[in-house]
Every structure is written in structure tokens, then in C-alpha cells.
């Protein structure tokens, strides 16, 4: 691991952009915790990729917001990390453009996100080009900044290096332009499990506890959770190991000398799960009142998210423009007749 090293990661407004507890543990605290260390960041809302699969106006745009005002809720710094939206710097389309030539179609019809479709049975022909290429899309993304890390999910690995074949296939044909990424280790956090007790907590699985929703939601969220499912009265003893609630008063709860009190009522028969559900919602309200009040604050203040993201966009955009001049210039569109100017 370098010392004094920069990193780039995009998240894709899919979904419905709203975040949980799942999504809050597996990567906004180890995102937020490796951008401290960092000493240059650059986060992105990858709102072109989104339009692989979200082809609805209305949608696109809930989700966005969603996440930008979830991400900036979380207190990203923004003085530190460059925070822009994709679709912002169009410089990406134009790399990928570029990236298109030096790309073998082998490479890409070997990426899962293309093969997974197949293996849903779509057929070949009609999976559309933006599907396809996405992955070319991401290594523009990504090379266009020199960062030495990827911080992504497992899903993400082959994405990354795909990317480092095609900027060396592009290095080897121009010459040294990109640097070659690093995939970020993230320590896999344990894949929360849902409120249905089973599967991992999920949007699209509709087993998620929010993070902003409102109070009510919160509640009927958490009051819908499985528990042990053999116990069927409060006095009767109760499975600790395994049981979503608990788990979650865990990974969330501070107040550890709470969770042990509760653990051993339960245990005994001297708890009823809408108890230990009533603290685990006190404890969720608590624990994210700053952000969720911040939410609310930038959800009614437009101007203020529209200027954070025009800086990042700014900033982005300065090292976007000088590694597309160099690019212009190694593949040989810049001649003795050009004037072109970003
Ligand atoms: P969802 O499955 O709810 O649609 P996403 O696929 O949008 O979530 O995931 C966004 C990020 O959150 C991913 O990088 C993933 O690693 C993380 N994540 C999602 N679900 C969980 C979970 N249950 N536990 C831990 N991390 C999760
Ligand atoms: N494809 C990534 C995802 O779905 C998002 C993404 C787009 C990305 N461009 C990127 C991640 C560049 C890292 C680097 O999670």
C-alpha cells in the first residue's frame, strides 16, 4: 500500500438510491474511513451508467438525489474530496470514445454484468450497447485521473481489471498516458442479513431497515423484522445467534451494556421482541440524528448542493482537461491545423 495515495470511486444511482443500514456498514463507513487517510479523493455519482438500466426521467432523478443528499448527510468533506456527477464532466464520454479503439470486444463480452444477462436469458442481440460497454465507461472513469486505488465491492473486481488492460493496451499503442489502478481491498465486511432473517439486507429485496426514511417507515421496518422464529412467547426462551435483531443492537448499538441486558432477558424468557424492536428503533433515531437532520436541511436547499457539485465538477474537470489534451496529442488528432481548446 503506497503512503500518499489518491483514490476514485463512483456509485451508480440505481436502485432507488435510498440507502440502509447494509449499504451504511459495507461502504459509506469504510469509504468515509479510507478517504481520511487519502490525500486526494475524487467520488463520483455515475449517473451515465445508471441509464444502462434506468430509463425513466422521474427515476433517474429521485435517485440521484437520494444519493447526493445521503452521501453529503454522511458529512463527506467536501474540502478534501472532489464530489461530482458524472454526466458533469462529459470528458468521460469522449475518453470512452477513444477507450473504444484500443478495446477488444472478447475482453468485454468475457465482464459479468454482460454475461449475467445472458445468463437471465436475454438475448445477445438486445442487450443494449451501454450494458456492453460499461465497462469501458468505468476505466474512462477511472483513468482520466491517474488514482492508484479502486475502493469497490467484490461485484466490481473484474471492472477494475479490465481497466488496466485497456489503459495498458492504450500505453502500449501510444505510449505512457494512464497509470494502471490498484483494486482497494476493502475488508469484506460480513453482508448484513435482512429483516426477513434469510437473504442480505436489500433494496430489491424489500428486507432493509432505511437510514432517511421517515420515523414511521423506520418503525414498520424494524417491527416487520423476523426474530427467532421459535419462540412464540415473550416468556418462552429465545435464540440470540443468528437473529437479525440482535444483530443489528450489535453492530449499531453503543450502549453495549443495554444489548448484554437484553441478550440475557431474552435468553431467559424476560423480554418481548417488541422491546428489544423499540430499542433497536431509539437506538437507529440516535445514532443517525445528526445526519438525518442534516437531510432535511440540504433536501430544502437546492442552491447550496447545485454549488458544492458545480466546485467538484470545477475541480474534476481541470485534471479531466489536461489529460485529454495529452490524450489528443498521443493519439495524433492534435496536428499543426488545431486550435481546439476545453
Ligand atoms: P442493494 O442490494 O440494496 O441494491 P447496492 O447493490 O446498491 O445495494 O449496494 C451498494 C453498496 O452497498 C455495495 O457496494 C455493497 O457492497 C454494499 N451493500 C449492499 N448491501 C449490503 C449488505 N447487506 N451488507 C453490507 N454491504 C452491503
Ligand atoms: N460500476 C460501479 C458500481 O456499480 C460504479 C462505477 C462507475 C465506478 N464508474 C466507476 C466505481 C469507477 C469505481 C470506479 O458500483
Request: charged share 25%; glycine share 6%; aromatic share 10%.
Amino acid at each position: 500500500m503506497k503512503k500518499d495515495y489518491t483514490i476514485l470511486t463512483g456509485i451508480t444511482p440505481s436502485g432507488s438510491g435510498e440507502v440502509h443500514i447494509g449499504n451504511y456498514l459495507g461502504t459509506v463507513v469504510p469509504f468515509l474511513d479510507m478517504a481520511k487517510k487519502a490525500r486526494q479523493v475524487y467520488f463520483f455519482i455515475a449517473d451515465l451508467h445508471a441509464l444502462s438500466t434506468v430509463q425513466n426521467k422521474e427515476e433517474l432523478q429521485r435517485n440521484v438525489e437520494n444519493l447526493v443528499l445521503s452521501y453529503l448527510a454522511f458529512g463527506i468533506d467536501t474540502n478534501k474530496i472532489i464530489f461530482y456527477r458524472q454526466s458533469d464532466i462529459p470528458l468521460h464520454t469522449e475518453l470512452q470514445n477513444i477507450l473504444n479503439n484500443v478495446t477488444p470486444i472478447g475482453l468485454i463480452k468475457r465482464c459479468h454484468a454482460y454475461k449475467d444477462k445472458l445468463q437471465k436469458g436475454f438475448d445477445p442481440e438486445r442487450v443494449n450497447m451501454g450494458l456492453f460497454s460499461y465497462p469501458i465507461l468505468m476505466a474512462a472513469d477511472i483513468v482520466m485521473y491517474d488514482p492508484d486505488y479502486i475502493p469497490v465491492g467484490e461485484d466490481q473486481k473484474q471492472h477494475i481489471e479490465v481497466t488496466r488492460d485497456i489503459a495498458g493496451y492504450f500505453n502500449k499503442t501510444f505510449g505512457q498516458t494512464f497509470k494502471l489502478p490498484d483494486i482497494y481491498n476493502i475488508k469484506e465486511t460480513a453482508r448484513l442479513i435482512g429483516t426477513d432473517g434469510k437473504r442480505k439486507m436489500s433494496k430489491s429485496l424489500n428486507n432493509y431497515i432505511s437510514v432517511f426514511g421517515d420515523e414511521m417507515t423506520i418503525k414498520k421496518q424494524i417491527m416487520a423484522c423476523f426474530t427467532d422464529p421459535n419462540r412464540l412467547h415473550p416468556t418462552d426462551p429465545g435464540q440470540i445467534k443468528g437473529n437479525p435483531i440482535f444483530i443489528y443492537h450489535d453492530l449499531l448499538n453503543e450502549d453495549k451494556k443495554e444489548v448484554e441486558g437484553l441478550k440475557k432477558r431474552y435468553q431467559d424468557g424476560r423480554v418481548g421482541d417488541v422491546e428489544v424492536k423499540e430499542k433497536l428503533f431509539k437506538v437507529l433515531l440516535k445514532k443517525f440524528t445528526v445526519e438525518r437532520k442534516r437531510y432535511q436541511q440540504l433536501k430544502k436547499n437546492p442552491e447550496k448542493i447545485r454549488k458544492i457539485l458545480a466546485e467538484g465538477a470545477q475541480q474534476a474537470r481541470k485534471v479531466a482537461v489536461k489529460k485529454m489534451m495529452l490524450v489528443r496529442q498521443e493519439i495524433g488528432i492534435t496536428n499543426q491545423y488545431s486550435f481546439f481548446k476545453y
